[in-house]
């Protein structure tokens, strides 16, 4: 049987993705297997939020461009090519390279006359694993000062695949970044289902519009779970879930004690997160 993949997803931070994503992966596991994979790698934290020893198990690289000088002409081309600013030229000079402005992409390699640039790379990230009683776990962190967290996110969900394959897993959550950028893209295409997470605010309403325009174009089918429910005006979120179509499957109040949980490295356990399963087993049932 294929893994019902489902991405916890929002355009807003702060509005408890982790928080959804760690309970709902550790409430899925005590009786299927479960794989959670943090792609928030620029702020991962479901580790923290499990209270989870992580492994390292794999080193993600970049292409940077590399030069000949003694093949370099100064003509200031690749300089030109370079969206990220990442090479810097003055004419009679060697150009200068910034390799943490570098984004991989290859274009001064292309645009160089003289074939004076090849191919080097450099480390961006790390691949992490860990367990959680019955609970799988798979991570990935962009290194400090690096800015290509998408290539991150893309190693992360390449290994995810390998690993899925072997495992046999029933569900696959994945904890997305906030957001609607290229991070968030890589991590919600090819999965069956994307929850987005909100909160009854101005910023939340635009937030969830941005993810649910998103999740339409990547053709995801979406759920909304609207986290601290009452604490805020609701048409915000009801007025943008009917615009698109989309349903909200549960609602959270304000509740100290998941703050007290989160605070102790301890999984979330409430009513709405047992009710946001019985609606994804009823969709695995379809």
Request: hydrophobic share 40%.
């Amino acid at each position: 049987m294929k893994a019902m993949k489902i991405a916890i997803t929002g355009g807003k931070g702060g509005t408890g993705k982790s928080t959804i994503a760690t309970a709902l992966a550790y409430a899925l596991s005590n009786e299927k297997k479960v794989l959670l994979v943090d792609a928030d790698v620029d702020c991962p934290n479901d580790h923290l939020i499990l209270k989870m020893e992580r492994k390292k198990i794999k080193t993600v690289t970049q292409m940077i461009p590399k030069w000949d000088f003694d093949k370099c002409i100064k003509c200031g081309r690749c300089s030109e090519v370079c969206k990220a600013n990442a090479i810097v030229f003055v004419q009679g000079k060697n150009p200068i390279f910034v390799p943490e402005q570098c984004s991989g992409c290859g274009a001064c390699i292309i645009a160089c006359p003289t074939k004076a640039i090849s191919e080097s790379s450099k480390e961006i990230g790390t691949i992490f694993s860990g367990k959680y009683n019955k609970l799988t776990f798979l991570g990935g962190e962009l290194r400090p000062g690096e800015i290509a967290s998408e290539f991150v996110v893309d190693a992360l969900m390449d290994y995810v695949k390998e690993e899925s394959k072997e495992k046999n897993y029933d569900f696959i959550i994945i904890d997305t970044a906030a957001g609607t950028h290229c991070d968030v893209i890589t991590a919600l295409t090819g999965v069956d289902l994307a929850i987005a997470v909100t909160e009854p605010t101005p910023l939340g309403a635009h937030d969830l519009e941005l993810i649910l325009k998103l999740t339409k174009i990547l053709k995801v089918p979406t759920k909304i779970i609207l986290n601290r429910a009452d604490i805020g005006n609701i048409s915000l979120i009801q007025d943008i879930a009917k615009k698109y179509g989309a349903t909200i499957i549960t609602e959270l109040a304000y509740d100290k004690r998941i703050i007290e949980a989160y605070s102790k490295g301890e999984p979330v356990t409430n009513k709405s997160v047992d009710k946001l399963i019985d609606e994804i087993c009823k969709m695995v049932k379809k």
